[in-house]
């Protein structure tokens, strides 16, 4: 009997130790499952371009007129460039922010490729004198485009301006060195004709 007792303890951690194990493996099976849902939605998006974003249109306007054709999953406007944006504020013009392109990723890419084809060169209309009515889509479906494109065009382009910024802020640097060794080399050229004055006085 006690043998039986003993032999019942020591297999108790191991059938504990087996469900646990079984527990981990049906969590990472969901997992799996999980992501392979998500990737198989992300598949069937379809990103739309677009050319040209009517003046002071704000991203949640674009969503909402788009958005009555299809799910959308995400959308990025391309502010317009900050120098711009202040000569036309200094020259009294419209203070609101305003965009320059943009990229809207719909659920499907079937309906995001028929977006594109039905709006394209079409007036935006809606409300009857609407400030955007006679506006013109400008729209390009993007085959076999992906958010991640867009996700390393905007990382891609940032290092070239980081790079720029940098190779600027080297230039400004060594011109002003250079700056700083000709007023030198003046001082210089300066004293020794001062010294050289005195002696012909001296004389």
């Not at 527990?23 to 739309?48: D, H, I, P, W």
């Not at 594109?116 to 955007?132: D, M, P, Q, T």
């Not at 940098?166 to 004709?193: G, R, Y």
């Amino acid at each position: 009997a006690e043998a039986d007792t003993e032999a019942s303890s020591a297999g108790a951690p191991s059938a504990a130790s087996s469900k646990a194990a079984l527990k981990a493996k049906k969590l990472q099976a969901k997992r799996l499952k999980s992501m392979e849902n998500f990737n198989e939605k992300l598949a069937k998006r379809g990103v739309v371009y677009l050319a040209r974003v009517p003046p002071y249109m704000k991203p949640e306007k674009v969503r909402h007129l788009l958005e009555q054709h299809g799910e959308i999953t995400r959308l990025y406007l391309v502010e317009e460039d900050a120098a711009i944006s202040r000569r036309r504020k200094k020259l009294g013009g419209n203070k609101s922010k305003s965009y320059t392109e943009g990229w809207v990723e719909f659920a499907d890419k079937k309906i995001a490729k028929a977006v594109a084809g039905s709006l394209n060169n079409e007036k935006i209309g809606g409300r009857k004198r609407g400030f955007y009515t006679e506006d013109i889509w400008n729209l390009k479906y993007l085959k076999r485009f992906t958010w991640s494109h867009l996700t390393e065009k905007k990382a891609y382009e940032r290092r070239v301006r980081e790079h720029k910024l940098k190779l600027e802020m080297m230039t400004a640097k060594k011109q002003n060195q250079e700056f700083a060794d000709l007023v030198d080399k003046t001082k210089s050229f300066k004293q020794v004709e001062e010294r050289k004055k005195r002696k012909r006085e001296e004389k």
